[in-house]
């Protein structure tokens, strides 16, 4: 009985994997061009937040305060380059301010959130190999509402905002002190960035807070355990995350292992601010930086 028990939950989770992996949606996000850095140690992903609002239905939008759906392309709010040791030792999240004043491959000098609505996945892979000198591994995509359907089939996360936060522009009014967030909430909270004294420097943080906390309920045994969570969620990442067509449901789950014991969290040195032909742009301490990245090659 009991080999005919493992032998049902093997074909379950095998049969599930395989669902997952099947219905991932996919793009050519990883791309070899003349003079790429070769490879670099551990494993390097470049997780991306995006504003696309693609097949967001009006009543998701209205939930996720997602403005016009009738905008189109998309644009990056969140870059993030997770770097997983070979041997199993502490992951490092490294977030990249999307408007750093990076070189653009055929665009010159600009924000390295440009590179995403220029070229795509690819032109953001190579500018984030050129700025960091990191092989990008694998990468992975969520859009607009996906963070905020993920929290709510886990049934939601908590969060720990220092102060209030009032941002209409993000459906978010929320009191300082942890909290239990919602989907839209969280969404909100990882959206806003007008209301605090570093602007988007603040929210590369709690982007970074919430990417900690959904892990950590994800992989918590509540969640595991329990089919009225489990199947929700399976639905919900397959329908949210773009992987490169090389990836699948494995290299996730091993991100997830690495990430599920907590993450060195980092954001890119930063050395000033300065107003350009791109508009106000965030310069980081080119030494500082090299030292960060070049302890992660």
Same mark, same amino acid.
């Given at each position: 009985?009991?080999?005919?028990?493992?032998?049902?939950?093997?074909?379950?989770?095998?049969?599930?994997?395989?669902?997952?992996?099947?219905?991932?949606?996919?793009?050519?996000?990883?791309?070899?061009?003349?003079?790429?850095?070769?490879?670099?140690?551990?494993?390097?992903?470049?997780?991306?937040?995006?504003?696309?609002?693609?097949?967001?239905?009006?009543?998701?939008?209205?939930?996720?305060?997602?403005?016009?759906?009738?905008?189109?392309?998309?644009?990056?709010?969140?870059?993030?380059?997770?770097?997983?040791?070979?041997?199993?030792?502490?992951?490092?999240?490294?977030?990249?301010?999307?408007?750093?004043?990076?070189?653009?491959?055929?665009?010159?000098?600009?924000?390295?959130?440009?590179?995403?609505?220029?070229?795509?996945?690819?032109?953001?892979?190579?500018?984030?190999?050129?700025?960091?000198?990191?092989?990008?591994?694998?990468?992975?995509?969520?859009?607009?509402?996906?963070? *905020?359907?993920?929290?709510?089939?886990? $049934?939601? !996360?908590? @969060?720990?905002? +220092?102060?209030?936060?009032? %941002?209409?522009?993000? #459906?978010?009014?929320?009191?300082?002190?942890?909290?239990?967030?919602?989907?839209?909430?969280?969404?909100?909270?990882?959206?806003?960035?007008?209301?605090?004294?570093?602007?988007?420097?603040?929210?590369?943080?709690?982007?970074?807070?919430?990417?900690?906390?959904?892990?950590?309920?994800?992989?918590?045994?509540?969640?595991?355990?329990?089919?009225?969570?489990?199947?929700?969620?399976?639905?919900?990442?397959?329908?949210?995350?773009?992987?490169?067509?090389?990836?699948?449901?494995?290299?996730?789950?091993?991100?997830?292992?690495?990430?599920?014991?907590?993450?060195?969290?980092?954001?890119?040195?930063?050395? *000033?601010?300065?107003?350009?032909?791109? $508009?106000? !742009?965030? @310069?980081?301490? +080119?030494?500082?930086?090299? %030292?960060?990245?070049? #302890?992660?090659?």
């Amino acid at each position: 009985m009991l080999g005919v028990l493992l032998l049902v939950v093997l074909l379950v989770v095998g049969g599930t994997a395989w669902w997952v992996d099947s219905n991932l949606n996919r793009v050519d996000a990883l791309a070899g061009y003349d003079g790429r850095i070769g490879n670099t140690s551990g494993t390097n992903w470049l997780l991306v937040g995006s504003d696309s609002r693609d097949g967001m239905s009006a009543e998701d939008g209205e939930r996720y305060a997602a403005g016009d759906l009738s905008e189109g392309g998309a644009r990056t709010d969140t870059i993030i380059v997770v770097h997983v040791p070979t041997f199993g030792g502490k992951p490092t999240m490294v977030s990249i301010p999307r408007d750093s004043y990076v070189s653009i491959p055929g665009y010159g000098e600009g924000k390295i959130n440009s590179a995403f609505a220029f070229g795509g996945p690819q032109l953001l892979q190579q500018t984030v190999e050129g700025a960091t000198g990191l092989r990008m591994d694998h990468y992975m995509e969520i859009g607009f509402g996906g963070f *905020g359907k993920i929290v709510d089939a886990v $049934g939601g !996360v908590e @969060l720990c905002p +220092d102060e209030p936060i009032d %941002d209409p522009m993000a #459906g978010l009014n929320i009191e300082a002190g942890c909290q239990e967030m919602d989907g839209p909430t969280a969404l909100g909270y990882v959206r806003t960035r007008y209301t605090s004294a570093n602007g988007d420097l603040d929210r590369v943080e709690r982007q970074r807070e919430f990417l900690g906390a959904v892990v950590s309920k994800v992989g918590s045994l509540g969640t595991l355990v329990n089919p009225f969570r489990v199947f929700p969620l399976v639905n919900a990442f397959s329908d949210a995350l773009t992987v490169d067509e090389g990836d699948h449901v494995w290299h996730l789950a091993r991100l997830a292992l690495g990430m599920v014991r907590g993450a060195d969290q980092q954001t890119v040195p930063v050395g *000033g601010f300065a107003d350009t032909d791109a $508009g106000s !742009v965030v @310069l980081w301490d +080119d030494a500082a930086a090299e %030292d960060l990245f070049s #302890g992660l090659r």
